[in-house]
């Protein structure tokens, strides 16, 4: 069974790094890329960036290219989201999201990680 | 660049139909697939239509999904309304390999 299982619930202060992470399990990892997908409170989703773990190709959504990191431990099968200096505007529910090709759909999607980050 | 909008709502009555549309603001339609993920309170998306118009297995074929050129635009059908339909709705595709998402819309069945 395809799953993709998230890290927890996060708070953290405004300045703060954070490092997510989505663990994929039941297929080759190193065979589909893993997207991110931001939804703020009460918001739309927003396509933040994807990698392949096979070679840690990473593309990112000019929205939020050099505001975030996307990285890939194919050894252990889970990829990264993280932030160097978090503002409250990165409170938001994260999804990670499983992809067959670069521009096909989103077939298994984990549980989301919600960040909140406020003073 | 460019922009998917979708409408910010819509309601229908169980067993309704009801069509919910997604614009390209430039560019083709045809040039990318459009996907649709359905997302109900408090879940993860999950895909109803992928590749305009292909519905993944576990999908009822209530469900429908077309692209048009002439209003560039692509549409989600679903017929026979359940409440279970109601939900939020994401029309999807790509600029080169950049995902572009519409805003959404909530689907009220009443």
């Known amino acids: 069974e395809v799953q993709l299982v998230q890290s927890g619930a996060e708070v953290k202060k405004p300045g703060e790094s954070l490092k997510i992470s989505c663990k994929g399990s039941g297929y080759i990892f190193t065979s589909y890329w893993i997207a991110w997908v931001r939804q703020m409170p009460g918001k739309g989703l927003e396509w933040m960036g994807i990698i392949f773990p096979g070679d840690s190709d990473t593309r990112y959504s000019p929205s939020f290219q050099g505001q975030v990191t996307i990285s890939a431990d194919k050894s252990i099968s889970t990829a990264y989201l993280q932030w160097s200096s978090l503002k409250a505007s990165d409170t938001a529910m994260y999804y990670c999201a499983r992809q067959a090709t670069v521009t096909s759909d989103f077939d298994y999607w984990g549980q989301g990680t919600l960040v909140t980050v406020s003073s | 660049n460019f922009m998917l909008t979708q409408p910010h709502s819509v309601s229908e009555s169980p067993g309704k139909t009801v069509t919910i549309s997604c614009t390209r603001s430039s560019g083709s339609i045809a040039s990318n697939y459009v996907q649709w993920y359905q997302q109900r309170p408090g879940s993860s998306p999950t895909t109803v239509m992928y590749?305009?118009?292909?519905?993944p297995s576990g999908v009822p074929d209530r469900f429908s999904g077309s692209i048009d050129s002439s209003s560039n635009s692509a549409s989600l059908t679903i017929s026979g309304l359940k409440t279970e339909d109601e939900a939020d709705y994401y029309c999807q595709s790509y600029d080169s390999s950049r995902g572009v998402f519409g805003g959404g819309t909530k689907l009220t069945v009443l």
């Open positions: 590749e305009d118009n292909q519905r």
